[in-house]
């Protein structure tokens, strides 16, 4: 199942390995390789399994929310309640 991380942008559910603030990965010396420090909007940094690193404008909380609410036999995005 597939849903949406912001900006049109759609993740397979079964590949993230990690949904976190992009404010408590910045401010790490051991996450430099995940980050993106050229653009302020970002709010949420996602890892998949190949290493792969997203960014979101979209708050982590609000893309947890929306990765619990999904079942793999849902449609694309449900809205939190």
């Known amino acids: 199942m597939h849903f949406h991380i912001g900006n ?7 590949k993230i390995i990690g949904i976190f603030s ?8 051991l996450n430099n390789n995940y980050t993106d420090k050229s ?3 970002i709010k ?9 690193v997203l960014y979101s404008i979209v708050s ?4 947890i929310d ?3 609410t999904i079942k793999f036999d ?3 995005y449900q809205r939190s309640k």
């Open 8 to 14: 049109r942008d759609i993740i397979s559910k079964s």
């Open 22 to 29: 992009a404010e408590s990965i910045f401010y790490s010396d």
């Open 39 to 41: 653009n302020n909007d």
């Open 44 to 52: 949420s940094v996602i890892v998949d399994e190949s290493d792969a």
């Open 60 to 63: 982590s909380n609000t893309l």
């Open 66 to 68: 929306r990765y619990n």
């Open 74 to 76: 849902d449609c694309l």
